[in-house]
């Protein structure tokens, strides 16, 4: 499930355009900022939820560099 919500926001797309030095939380919170002036309120608010109820809670302490897509598949 996790795989899926993040693919569908396009998650790993814009992470491999970022510095792979943080917590996945940390590049989430980049990500959401990213979104906020790109997308509606409610787009946005969807794209939370999927990081908060699918993502975080497994990988919201995880450094970006000690995931690997085997991990998530």
């Known amino acids: 499930m996790a795989y899926a919500?993040?693919?569908r926001l396009g998650f790993f797309e814009w992470l491999m355009r970022k510095e792979l030095?943080?917590?996945l939380k940390e590049a989430a919170?980049?990500?959401i900022a990213d979104k906020r002036?790109?997308?509606r309120a409610n787009t946005v608010e969807?794209?939370?939820?999927a990081l908060r109820?699918?993502?975080l809670p497994r990988w919201g302490e995880v450094e970006l560099e000690d995931i690997?897509?085997?991990d998530i598949q």
């Open 5 to 7: 919500a993040a693919k």
């Open 21 to 23: 030095k943080m917590k």
């Open 29 to 31: 919170a980049l990500y």
């Open 37 to 39: 002036t790109k997308r």
């Open 46 to 49: 969807g794209y939370m939820s």
């Open 53 to 55: 109820c699918h993502v």
């Open 68 to 70: 690997d897509p085997s």
